[in-house]
């Protein structure tokens, strides 16, 4: 019995990897390890995992079939996929769509393909995103809502991804769980996101750019408890005796902050005051997102643990001492 983790030196795959090793589980991770954001981080989070004896590595693109194939065909024992691999970013994909069409759907399509044929896989569990909820104006964001309004091409791929994943579930009778992540924070987060952005800025005496002049809100979710859901998630695939063995849930904080609290917050920790740059609204942005976990409570008893009040402080923890900062 061994676990398949793609994205394994991103953010989100780092975690659950370590999450999987600490409880005695053997983790295949892939990861292209692509400069998406500085190597180095990931390089970084990698050393840890490979340190540990459960862990094995291969450094593969997941729109490589042939590569991917390989890799499946090395361990035969894979009896669960947690597939974060990703190309992520809402900004980005309005810059490079061609990126998110490649690794989003072509990965996606090669990983579904690749499980199917796996015999003796026991459940799918895949990256999906509060981003599909789009220009939804309800709150909070349910799973029933529809998700048929994006307003960036990174949450069309996601919305792909929840269709390509259904159908393969409804064809093939393939159990897969698509979890939709809302704002992750959190030590060893990625450089383009807003905690990391805006620490970095105020320690260097530089303005952050603030979006919508500061009038959005967040459901902002601390790593440990995405983890916490993944893999509760992970441990129960859909049993369906009718329809496809398929679902998606939410995994939020469900409290929707305003972004200048968090901005607060990152300040308090560091001890230091932010030049703000107001700036209008971006495009592909939005300006509220809440989660509801109705279904993920139903189903997993899963209850979110930590306020951004006891997360940040930990995330400029570590990031102090990622960054050698000593005040």
């Not at 810059?95 to 759907?105: G, H, M, R, S, V």
């Not at 603030?210 to 959005?216: A, E, P, S, T, W």
Request: proline share 6%.
């Amino acid at each position: 019995m061994s676990y398949l983790v793609t994205g394994a030196a991103g953010f989100i795959g780092f975690h659950v990897c370590n999450a999987l090793l600490a409880r005695g589980e053997a983790v295949i991770g892939v990861d292209n390890l692509n400069d998406y954001y500085d190597v180095a981080l990931k390089e970084a989070r990698l050393g840890r995992l490979t340190a540990q004896p459960e862990f094995s590595f291969h450094k593969v693109d997941i729109a490589d079939r042939d590569a991917m194939q390989a890799v499946a065909a090395a361990h035969k024992d894979i009896t669960h996929v947690i597939h974060l691999a990703a190309q992520a970013g809402v900004r980005y994909s309005i810059e490079n769509p061609a990126a998110y069409i490649q690794t989003n759907i072509v990965g996606q399509g090669i990983i579904l393909e690749l499980c199917r044929h796996m015999e003796g896989l026991e459940h799918l569990v895949y990256a999906s995103s509060s981003s599909v909820y789009g220009g939804n104006k309800k709150l909070p964001f349910s799973v029933e809502d529809p998700t048929d309004t994006p307003v960036s091409l990174y949450a069309a791929t996601k919305k792909a991804d929840e269709l390509m994943a259904y159908c393969y579930s409804h064809l093939y009778r393939l159990p897969a769980t698509g979890l939709r992540f809302f704002t992750v924070y959190g030590p060893w987060g990625r450089p383009d996101m807003a905690a990391y952005i805006f620490a970095l800025a105020i320690t260097q005496g530089r303005p952050i750019p603030v979006f919508n002049h500061g009038d959005m809100r967040r459901d902002f979710t601390y790593i440990d408890d995405i983890v916490a859901g993944v893999l509760a998630v992970a441990g129960g695939p859909p049993k369906c005796a009718e329809g496809a063995p398929h679902r998606v849930y939410n995994i939020g904080n469900s409290r929707s902050e305003p972004l200048m609290r968090y901005i607060e917050l990152i300040e308090q920790a560091l001890g230091r005051k932010a030049q703000l740059d107001l700036q209008p609204m971006q495009p592909g942005d939005v300006k509220e997102s809440f989660a509801d976990l109705t279904a993920i409570q139903r189903d997993f008893g899963f209850e979110p643990q930590t306020t951004i009040e006891e997360g940040i402080p930990r995330f400029i923890d570590w990031f102090k001492e990622y960054n050698g900062i000593s005040a």
